[in-house]
């Protein structure tokens, strides 16, 4: 039940944020360093970091309504 909960936030947050969304399928599923991630997106590792703490941010909030 919570991975169905996690799929369908995920879902909500790529129609906000598609590169966020991005970012915690590689990170979280794909087990990508930030320097990957970085590299898959093709963005800076600092800009992977920042959208890794907004969408861990995010997904926190809304999974515990």
């Known amino acids: 039940e919570e991975l169905i909960d996690?799929?369908?936030?995920?879902?909500?947050?790529?129609?906000?944020?598609?590169?966020l969304a991005k970012v915690v399928e590689l990170r979280f599923f794909g087990k990508l360093t930030i320097y990957q991630t970085a590299q898959a997106l093709d963005v800076s590792?600092?800009?992977?970091?920042?959208d890794w703490a907004k969408a861990r941010g995010w997904l926190y909030k809304e999974l515990e309504n």
């Open 6 to 19: 996690l799929d369908e936030k995920l879902d909500e947050l790529a129609q906000l944020n598609e590169r």
């Open 45 to 50: 590792e600092s800009t992977v970091k920042r």
